[in-house]
Nanobody
Framework: VQLQASGGGLVQAGGSLRLSCAASGSIFAINVMGWYRQAPGKQRELVGTITNGGRPSYADSVKGRFTISRDNAKNTMWLQMNSLRPEDTAVYYC???????????????WGQGTQVTVSS
């Protein structure tokens, strides 16, 4: 199983970016998916999650600016980031709880990370 995150880049403050996270491999089911980020010198923090029923939740720091969505048929999740601020600069990682064929439980998988840089 692989999680492939993409869509990062350099954007000016106030701008927008859309990140994607695609899961592939021997997947039977995906439960919760989420986005995390890690800024230089800081611990990785939760940005938000989305259930397999499509219910999102967000960290206070991104509420009203970021939107998480997913397409279960495509095993894909997106993070729409608007009104970006310099403090949003970080490597963004996607995470998913995945039940693979032949497994007996959900396991957590991580994507490789994509860099988001917001200039002031």
């Amino acid at each position: 199983v692989q999680l492939q995150a993409s869509g990062g880049g350099l954007v000016q403050a106030g701008g927008s970016l859309r990140l994607s996270c695609a899961a592939s491999g021997s997947i039977f089911a995906i439960n919760v998916m989420g986005w995390y980020r890690q800024a230089p010198g800081k611990q990785r923090e939760l940005v938000g999650t989305i259930t397999n029923g499509g219910r999102p939740s967000y960290a206070d720091s991104v509420k009203g600016r970021f939107t998480i969505s997913r397409d279960n048929a495509k095993n894909t999740m997106w993070l729409q980031m608007n009104s970006l601020r310099p403090e949003d600069t970080a490597v963004y990682y996607c995470n998913a709880d995945i039940f693979t064929y032949g497994s007996s439980r959900y396991e957590a998988y991580w994507g490789q990370g994509t860099q988001v840089t917001v200039s002031s």
